[in-house]
């Protein structure tokens, strides 16, 4: 691998290797772009299968973060660290005072959090060396309130686009997954007037949801060919895939899990069938919201009212796609390219700039 010609060609600003020796740390941490503010995104453990792998990862989750932050409005770059290992250890707490001490080092360049394989917890660790890490126990709390508000957001932007109303009143949507995010949704769509056609592996949420809701449950398979208006994962990434675009029979898919679309070309099959995609990072951005609260002391008030812009920018991103003859999920990533532009590109005028002590 050509490190600095791989960089150079995504886009990132700064890679940095860690090691520390006593606790047997090995971190990657990759800033993609700062232009909008500290770069922003989680920390991943993960025993890879080689540093190569280890190396991609990081580079690929911390474009991707940049792309999601642009989108939801905030002040954040996109950053990720990956840290080299078993998840499972028990010796936790001297690996993720290493890991605070590093991102320390890079002055608030870059904010880390939770991510697959790393615990609250493991965020206090890791605060013990450095302020700049968010979702540390006492802080934000539980982000899936605000992320299913935007969810629910993004599924009415893509009514009004796809029927000309946004309003959900008697429309028939099906839910893949009722857990933290899943059943906060239902709740708010079944306010709204939906019919709710719902799935889980775990009996007692469906029974939740059936009981409170009047939902109907079907089986795990069985949610993919279900006559509705709309399918809405909150589940697994990976669910539009060969094998279920054609059992689709719904007009829209919108939802809360990240990488819905197995490949990219997932989407551009989406559209072939004439269904309407709400891009993933663009409806559960409210994930991403949270934490900005709890960086900026953002009441939850606050968070609700960014997440409400969601419908907003989803339907900025459906305008753009019908421009432009390109695919809802390409739209949103020149939407978060066009944000970036934008302010890079910002006139900066006395006395704000340059820096008065400089
Ligand atoms: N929590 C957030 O704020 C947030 C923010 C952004 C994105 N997301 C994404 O949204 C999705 C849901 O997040 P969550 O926090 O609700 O997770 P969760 O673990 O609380 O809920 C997931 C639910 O899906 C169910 N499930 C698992 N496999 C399934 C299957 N094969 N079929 C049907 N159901 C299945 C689980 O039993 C569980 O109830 C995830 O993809 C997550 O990455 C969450």
Redesign the pocket.
Same mark, same amino acid.
């Given at each position: 691998m050509h490190y600095f010609e791989t960089i150079a060609e995504m886009g990132h600003e700064q890679v940095v290797f860690c090691h520390d020796k006593a606790s047997g740390y090995r971190g990657i941490i990759a800033i993609h772009d700062t232009t909008l503010g500290p770069a922003l995104g989680g920390c991943r453990f993960w025993n890879y299968a080689s540093e190569e792998a280890a190396i991609v990862d990081a580079l690929r989750l911390s474009r991707g973060m940049t792309y999601k932050n642009a989108v939801a409005g905030l002040n954040l770059g996109g950053g990720k660290s990956v840290i080299i290992g078993d998840n499972k250890t028990t010796n936790r707490e001297m690996l993720f005072r290493a890991h605070g001490r590093f991102v320390d080092s890079l002055g608030g360049r870059y904010v880390t959090a939770e991510d697959v394989g790393t615990t609250v917890e493991d965020m206090d660790f890791v605060h013990m060396e450095t302020k700049h890490v968010t979702g540390i126990g006492s802080k934000s709390g539980d982000?899936?309130s605000v992320?299913a508000h935007g969810v629910f957001r993004a599924i009415q932007a893509s009514a009004c686009q796809k029927w000309g109303s946004d309003s959900l009143e008697g429309r028939t949507i099906a839910i893949? #997954?009722?857990?933290?995010?899943?059943y906060y949704l239902a709740k708010e769509l079944h306010a709204a007037g939906a019919k709710l056609i719902v799935?889980?592996?775990?009996a007692g949420?469906i029974k939740r949801v059936v009981d409170e809701m009047s939902a109907t449950a079907v089986a795990?398979d069985e949610i993919y060919r279900a006559k509705a208006d709309i399918f809405t994962p909150?589940?697994?990434?990976g669910v539009i895939n060969d094998d279920t675009i054609p059992q689709l029979n719904v007009e829209i898919v919108a939802g809360?899990?990240?990488n819905q679309l197995l490949e990219d070309r997932h989407g551009d099959a989406l559209e072939a069938r004439g269904i309407l995609y709400a891009p993933d990072y663009v409806a559960?951005a #409210?994930?991403v919201i949270?934490v900005y609260s709890e960086l900026t002391g953002w009441s939850r008030e606050r968070s609700l009212r960014k997440a409400d812009e969601i419908y907003q920018t989803v339907l900025s991103v459906f305008r753009l796609a019908k421009d432009t003859g390109i695919p809802t999920y390409k739209a949103a990533d020149r939407v978060a390219e066009q944000r970036i532009q934008a302010v890079r590109g910002m006139i900066k005028t006395w006395p704000q700039y340059p820096n008065k002590e400089s």
């Open positions: 982000p899936s992320t893949q #997954g009722l857990g933290h995010v899943g799935t889980d592996i775990d949420r795990l909150c589940a697994l990434g809360a899990a990240n559960n #409210g994930g949270n």
